[in-house]
C-alpha cells in the first residue's frame, strides 16, 4: 500500500512540476516581448521628448529676442506647432508662468509621454514575478518527488530484508517520509 501510494504522489507531483514548467516558460515569454514592447515606448517617447527639446530651443533662438517683428509669428507658431501635443501643452503652461521652467521637465509631461512604456515595464516585472513563482512551484513539487522515491526505496528494501525488526523500521521510516510528503503536497499551489 505505502509503495502504490508513493507512486501515485510521485506521478502527481511529476505532472504538476511540469505544468509549473510550462507556467514558468510563458509568464517568461510574456514578460520578455512586454519588456521589448516597453524599451521600444520608451525609445518612442525620448525620440518625441528630443523633437520637443530641439523645437524649443528654435523657439527661444528666433521668437524671443526683442527684434521679433509681427511678420515672424507665423514661424513661431509653426514651431510650436511642429511639436508634440503633450509638448505643445507643456509649452502652453511654460508661457504663461512667471518662473522660467523648462517645460519639458515637469512629471506631467513626463508621465505623459512615458506612462505607457512605465505601465509596460511594471507588466513586464510582474510577469517575470509570476515565472519566478512558477519555478518556485515546480521545484517544490519536485522535492516531494524525490522525497517520494525515499519511500520507494525504504519501503522496497523492507520487502527483501530477513531481520524482522529491520524491517518495521524501514517501513516506518517510508511512512513517515510519505505522510510528510503528502502534508507538503497538500500545501501545495496546483497548476
Known amino acids: 500500500m505505502i509503495l502504490g501510494l508513493a507512486v501515485l504522489a510521485i506521478a502527481w507531483s ?5 505544468l509549473w514548467g510550462g507556467e514558468q516558460a510563458t509568464a517568461t515569454t510574456q ?3 512586454t519588456g521589448d514592447r516597453a524599451n521600444d515606448l520608451f525609445q518612442q517617447a525620448d525620440g518625441i521628448k528630443t523633437l520637443d527639446q530641439i523645437l524649443f530651443v528654435d ?23 511642429n511639436m508634440s501635443e503633450p509638448g505643445q501643452e507643456a509649452f502652453a503652461v511654460w508661457a504663461e508662468e512667471e518662473d522660467q521652467f523648462l ?11 512615458y506612462g505607457d512604456a512605465e505601465s509596460d515595464l511594471a ?5 517575470f514575478a509570476d515565472a519566478r ?3 518556485t512551484n515546480g521545484d517544490r ?3 516531494a518527488a524525490s522525497s517520494l522515491a525515499m519511500v520507494l ?14 524491517r518495521w523500521v524501514l517501513l516506518a521510516i517510508a511512512a513517515v517520509i510519505l505522510v510528510w510528503a503528502g502534508v507538503y503536497l497538500a500545501g501545495l499551489p496546483i497548476a
Not at 526505496?153 to 529491520?166: M, N, P, T, Y
Open 14 to 18: 511529476s505532472l504538476q512540476s511540469s
Open 31 to 33: 514578460s520578455v516581448l
Open 59 to 81: 523657439f527661444l533662438t528666433n521668437c524671443t529676442s526683442p527684434e521679433i517683428d509681427a511678420s515672424d509669428d507665423f514661424a513661431c507658431e509653426q514651431i510650436v506647432g
Open 103 to 113: 517645460p519639458f521637465e515637469t512629471d506631467e509631461y513626463n508621465d505623459t509621454i
Open 123 to 127: 507588466a513586464s516585472e510582474a510577469l
Open 133 to 135: 513563482q512558477a519555478n
Open 141 to 143: 513539487y519536485e522535492t
Open 153 to 166: 526505496f525504504f519501503a522496497g528494501i523492507s520487502l527483501v530484508i530477513g531481520w524482522v525488526r529491520l
